[in-house]
């Protein structure tokens, strides 16, 4: 398998972009449209666990509309594997926070083009540390 095909990052680095455009300017149909239709389709967030795409674009719908999230890119991490998988992998920090986030996106080219298929969102905490044996 081909690891980091540079048409395919270039790809999903396309498609995160527009979700993250999407994002800080609550376009609901732009981050319904990005998601994989399907109940295998798992978002967990800050403060929810969203199994399929109906509870995704619920969720979603179900929101202020005039919510506007703006935050900042720390860091991007995008891998691909082959030509129709691939991770997007950010670490970030909302305006007027102090805390750092991480979100993590699986993508899968579809019929329809790339669409997330698990997106995992949380706030950094303490470190996790291992006791020594």
Known sequence: MDINIPEVVAEVTAAFHRYEKALN????????????KSPHTLRYGVGEQLYGYDQIAAFRAGRDPGFVLNRDLLKVWIVTYGRDFGTANCEFQRH???RTGRQSHTWMRTPEGWRIVAAHVSLLGEATMMKKP
């Open 96 to 98: 007027g926070g102090n």
């Open 25 to 36: 300017s609550n376009d609901v149909d732009v981050l319904d449209e990005l998601f994989w």
